[in-house]
């Protein structure tokens, strides 16, 4: 068993170096000076006076947060845990070493018919679910002192959180082992290889993908001046996320698809709002027939890692490949400007992995405490959920998006 475990860590060790995610395991020093003590931060009033110590820690933490920066729980607490009817309660567990805080877990509880559940603060929008652990830290000893304080907390049925990757610290907590999980990849794209040799992307792309991207460029060009910009939040920034977000809209409803975010107005105008601010991680990048932009990728960046959050395209240009030309020379931006990793973020896809040369997995925790945690996690998700979601997805859109509003309403 020791050997397994210390193959176990050693894959892990050499995954966290290849990929960037080195950070967490670089000290193991720190135990404290005591027993460590957690907080719960329940209000938006309380959620502001943590503002400056939430952004030293983290940018101290040096793990890749794309979905618990401060500015992201601040944006998205005003549009869903923000009154006594929201449809979440902050539960954010801060994990302090004396008067030095040393770890923030973002979660919210949903409070259902079906239990009082922790989540993940950004549902239904983040894409990972991660904690922020103060440089030096063991983040197990800091996650041992959340437990403690989890289990005394009578109000909690159960814990979920989200595509957790390979490379956070919460992939290998011992409390966290998988009750029903369900493991999947995410493409990902190392850049380090690229920045230390000056090579370009598409010079080292497959012969394949490095033919189709220069034949639609060439097809593009014949129709107008063809360039790309980048913006990192602001007015434009937010005009390019609503057009996208129109644009993805009408893709879905054309492939009679949906998604919980697009059912969800209020996930939609946060992501706007976020967008529009010039002190988030926002990269907005667009490319541009003349002065009409034609295709538009969302991403979220945080320690020379971006996370490809949105594409979408113009579809008058669906046939001339503006979305795949647009992510080609994002993926070149990011080389250019020292990014190590471009994160294709969840769900997997087919046209991601064409782009990326590695894969991490993420997974999916249920964590029961309660009786009634236990019958949700098993009944609901593991049993009803599927069924009811095969079901759903087979009604008319119109029917869909009417029985979401009736659920959201009450």
């Known amino acids: 068993m020791t050997e397994v475990v210390m193959a176990i860590s050693d894959f892990q060790d050499a995954l966290a170096k290849r990929t960037g995610y080195a950070g967490w ?56 845990a923000d009154g006594p009817d929201a449809p979440y309660q902050l539960a954010i567990a801060t994990i302090r070493d004396d008067h030095e805080l040393v770890g923030i877990l973002p979660l919210a509880l949903k409070k259902s018919s079906l239990g009082n559940i922790l989540v993940g603060l950004g549902e239904p929008i983040a894409q990972y679910d991660d904690i922020l652990v103060r440089h030096g830290w063991n983040p197990h000893v800091v996650l041992d002192a959340f437990w403690r304080s989890l289990k005394q907390r009578v109000d909690i049925d159960g814990l979920m959180l989200r595509r957790i990757r390979q490379t956070s610290p919460l992939y290998t907590y011992r409390y966290l082992q998988p009750w029903a999980a369900e493991r999947t990849e995410v493409p990902i794209l190392d850049l ?63 492939n009679n698809m949906t998604s919980r975010m697009f059912m969800d107005q209020n996930a939609l105008n946060m992501l706007i709002e976020y967008t529009g601010r010039t002190n988030s991680n926002t990269l907005v990048s667009a490319l541009y027939k003349d002065d009409t932009p034609i295709a538009i990728e969302l991403s979220f960046a945080c320690n020379k890692h971006l996370g490809s959050f949105l594409g979408a395209y113009d579809p008058a240009f669906s046939t001339n490949g503006a979305g795949l030309v647009q992510m080609q020379r994002t993926i070149q931006w990011s080389i250019e400007n020292s990014f190590s990793l471009y994160d294709l973020l969840p769900p997997d896809a087919s046209y991601k992995r064409r782009v990326s040369n590695q894969t991490v997995d993420i997974v999916d925790f249920a964590c029961p405490l309660s009786e009634r945690g236990w019958l949700t996690f098993y009944w609901w998700n593991r049993l009803l959920k599927p069924r009811l979601k095969q079901t759903f997805y087979r009604l008319p859109e119109s029917w869909r998006y009417r029985l979401v509003n009736a659920l959201n309403a009450g």
């Open 25 to 80: 395991r670089e000290s193991l020093a720190r135990q404290g000076t005591g027993t460590l003590s957690v907080d719960w931060i329940t209000s938006i009033t309380s959620l502001m006076e943590l503002e400056a110590d939430w952004l030293e820690i983290q940018s101290d933490s040096g793990h890749p947060i794309y979905f618990q920066s401060f500015s992201w729980a601040k944006t998205w607490s005003n549009y869903f």
């Open 192 to 254: 380090n290889g690229y920045i230390s040799s000056g090579a370009d992307f598409l010079a080292e792309a497959s012969s394949g993908l490095r033919k189709e991207v220069r034949r639609k460029e060439k097809k593009l060009a014949e129709l107008g001046t063809i360039k790309q910009s980048f913006f990192r939040g602001g007015p434009e920034a937010q005009l390019l996320t609503r057009k996208a977000l129109s644009w993805k809209q009408d893709w879905l409803l054309a």
